[in-house]
């Protein structure tokens, strides 16, 4: 089936807007990423999903950041009163397993704020 | 934490040579050892991965070496195409999360 998807592909919000960012992972996959890469750089984890448990959220930068899983598919990243060093690629990965296993990848939201 | 450095952070190299990117890892749990090939506008796609009960593996053009005592591993790319041209970043994990390093910027020159 299809791989990992992410919405928006772009989105760009100014300085002080709320903003969603949308994961729909590979069907069947148990666990669920969330990694956030700035230009030039590697991506950087934020939290983890088994199931609809949150079982990690030591990435998240603060608590302007919050992600959901409601019924174990599909997440939501969402992202309040958006800064301007909150601009970068989210990328959302699932994986079969429950950890160590191959991660695979969506293409990314490229969130600008201004 | 877990630190992984990654060298060079850009290489070119001719059609036909070998590329060899080189990470070290800091955290001795480590156990699992991805690497990905991202393409502008794309997101990172899984090329090969080794866990550390095994030294080295190999899939086609593409092998990846693991020395845990030294905690480092490679990624050989042999025969080189103008279509490996990306960036590359290894990973190391030994719980839930990707560390993952500061990537590689492969050019191959036809």
């Known amino acids: 089936g299809a791989g990992v998807s992410q919405s928006p592909r772009y989105k760009v919000a100014k300085r002080g807007q709320d903003v969603a960012l949308r994961c729909d992972p590979i069907?069947?996959?148990?666990?669920l990423f969330w990694y956030q890469q700035a230009l030039g750089q590697g991506p950087e984890f934020l939290t983890y999903?088994?199931?609809?448990?949150?079982?990690?959220k030591s990435g998240l930068p603060s608590d302007r950041f919050f992600a959901e899983r409601p019924e174990g598919s599909v997440s939501t990243l969402k992202i309040q009163r958006t800064q301007q060093e909150d601009s970068a690629v989210y990328l959302c990965?699932?994986?079969?397993?429950?950890?160590?296993?191959?991660?695979?990848f969506g293409q990314g939201t490229r969130l600008t704020v201004v | 934490g877990e630190n992984v450095e990654q060298h060079p952070s850009t290489l070119s190299v001719q059609e036909g040579d070998s590329a060899v990117i080189k990470c070290t890892y800091s955290?001795?749990?480590?156990?699992?050892f991805p690497w990905y090939k991202q393409e502008l506008g794309k997101g990172p796609q899984l090329i090969i991965d080794?866990?550390?009960?095994?030294g080295e593996k190999k899939d086609q053009r593409i092998a990846v070496t693991l020395n845990k005592t030294a905690k480092h591993f490679s990624l050989h790319i042999t025969e080189t195409q103008p279509e490996d041209s990306a960036v590359y970043f290894c990973?190391?994990?030994?719980?839930?999360?990707?560390?993952f390093g500061t990537g590689t910027r492969l050019q191959v020159f036809p």
């Open positions: 955290d001795s749990a480590s156990n699992y």
């Open positions: 069907s069947g996959h148990v666990s």
């Open positions: 080794i866990r550390s009960n095994v």
């Open positions: 999903f088994q199931n609809e448990a949150q079982l990690d």
């Open positions: 990973a190391a994990s030994s719980t839930d999360k990707l560390i």
């Open positions: 990965a699932s994986s079969p397993g429950n950890m160590n296993t191959e991660a695979f």
